[in-house]
């Protein structure tokens, strides 16, 4: 099973350019995130989607766009990038939607935006 | 803000024990989490506690759980070098708020 995969990698963008982080699921999951992680902070949920159809802002949503593609798939959108949103950014997901439901990780993508 | 706060570094030596600390604000939470970041890959839960239970042990790993101080702890015996990675504890509640993370450095 592959689980949770992310592309690309690696990115990185010139300060105004935009650009769409991609995540998929194989696990048939209802519900998916996305964080960003920086140095010293942890990892801040950015936006999540309880469910297929349906999304919600997290602690930092500003600067991003998401869409929940279908059950499976789950993007991230960075309309005109800027210097602080350079950080790995994951993407989870979760079997329900729950207060408790334990969280499986993609591998990450390391944006730099210069 | 941040509701779960962890120290940012711990060094031990191969073999000791090694214990990694966590306080949170948060009382109405189910489980506890604490997740493994191993360098260049995503998180993994590494174990659990559920809020009604003080200990739990998992071979080398035991997870001590004080509801009154909000304070949870990672005890990982016999630590290895594989052991070196950032240490995350979890809260599920708020949308599964995670500490800053320790860095476990693990010295031969």
């Known amino acids: 099973n592959a689980g949770v995969t992310q592309t690309p990698k690696f990115q990185v963008l010139k300060t105004g350019q935009s650009m769409t982080l991609q995540c998929a699921q194989d696990?048939?999951?209802?519900?998916m995130y996305w964080y960003r992680q920086d140095p010293g902070m942890g990892l801040r949920l950015i936006y999540y989607?309880?469910?297929?159809?349906?999304?919600d802002k997290g602690e930092v949503p500003n600067g991003y766009n998401v869409s929940r593609l279908n059950k499976r798939e789950f993007s991230l959108r960075l309309e005109s990038a800027a210097p602080s949103q350079t950080s790995v950014y994951f993407c989870?997901?979760?079997?329900?939607?729950?207060?408790?439901?334990?969280?499986?990780f993609g591998s990450g993508t390391q944006l730099s935006v210069l | 803000g941040e509701d779960v706060e962890q120290s940012l570094f711990l060094s031990v030596r191969e073999g000791d024990s090694s214990v990694i600390n966590c306080t949170y604000t948060?009382?109405?939470?189910?489980?506890l989490y604490w997740y493994k970041q191993e360098p260049g890959a995503g998180l993994q839960l590494l174990t659990y506690i559920f809020s009604n239970m003080d200990m739990k042990q998992d071979q080398r790993l035991t997870v001590l759980l004080n509801k009154k101080d909000k304070h949870l702890s990672l005890r990982i015996a016999d630590t290895q070098t594989g052991d070196s990675a950032i240490y995350f504890c979890a809260d599920p509640t708020l949308n599964m708020r995670f500490g800053a993370g320790t860095r476990l450095t693990v010295k031969p």
């Open positions: 989870a997901s979760s079997g329900g939607w729950t207060a408790n439901e334990k969280l499986f």
């Open positions: 696990m048939n999951h209802n519900s």
């Open positions: 989607s309880a469910s297929e159809g349906t999304t």
């Open positions: 948060d009382s109405s939470s189910t489980y």
